[in-house]
Nanobody, 119 residues
């Protein structure tokens, strides 16, 4: 499975960015796609996930209300829509995949895409 994240860039506080993660290779319907981020000097943190099997999503509390994860099965692409961005959202954002929802570890990772939010 290969993952390609895109859509990062610079935005002012209060703005919006939509990240995309295109999956290629042997992506099966049970796969789970996750979004993570790593801010400068901080550990990587989980943002949320999308289940291909039933199109359900989960967002961590800090993302609820501002971030929305969605997926397009036809394009094998998952999106992270981020609104009302804050400077503390500045980070490298990564997408990842695991073969089913029971696994804790994500097996496949894409290169990150940088989002910079200026005040």
């Amino acid at each position: 499975v290969q993952l390609q994240a895109s859509g990062g860039g610079s935005v002012q506080a209060g703005g919006s960015v939509r990240l995309s993660c295109a999956a290629s290779g042997r992506v099966f319907s049970r796969y789970v796609m996750g979004w993570f981020r790593q801010a400068p000097g901080k550990e990587r943190e989980f943002v949320g996930r999308f289940n291909w099997s039933d199109s359900t999503t989960y967002h961590v509390d800090s993302a609820k209300g501002r971030f929305t994860i969605s997926g397009d099965n036809a394009k094998n692409t998952v999106y992270l829509q981020m609104n009302m961005l804050k400077p503390e959202d500045t980070a490298v954002y990564y997408c990842a995949a695991k073969s089913n929802s029971f696994k804790r570890r994500y097996d496949y990772w894409g290169r990150g895409t940088l989002v910079t939010v200026s005040s």
